[in-house]
């Protein structure tokens, strides 16, 4: 079960895209005014995240924390976390947005995505 939940955390965790109505989010401050703080949900695999403005990445997934750091470079936002003793390499992401949900896709944008819900 550990390891499904891992796979599931490396896109910030990862599940195939689908197309919906996103818009890119392209800059640090845009991304910090529409998500820093705030928790993002994924319920299928009980993930609850907040990326906090000072870099910091906390919150847990069925039941064991998450921790890591993150920055933002050249359009993308870039993370390391691990999750209970479980390292999630280092990735840089693209991030979208359409009202209350964000996407955010591996390997800048060329790999899987994940759909969270902002609380």
């Known amino acids: 079960m550990k390891r499904l939940i891992a796979a599931a955390l490396i896109a910030l965790t990862a599940a195939p895209a689908v ?20 928790q993002m949900r994924l319920g ?10 000072n870099g910091a990445i906390d919150g847990s997934a069925v039941g064991w924390p998450i921790t890591g750091s993150w920055t933002w470079q050249n359009g993308y936002f870039c993370r390391d976390m691990d999750w209970s003793g479980t390292e999630i ?29 902002l609380q």
């Open 19 to 38: 197309a919906q109505d996103f818009s890119p989010i392209t800059s640090r401050d845009a991304f910090l005014q529409m998500i820093a703080d705030r």
């Open 44 to 53: 299928r695999f009980g993930v609850n995240i907040v990326v906090r403005s």
């Open 89 to 117: 390499p280092y990735n840089c992401q693209l991030v979208e947005a359409a009202g209350d949900r964000v996407r955010f896709t591996v390997d800048q944008g060329a790999g899987d995505s994940a759909v969270f819900r």
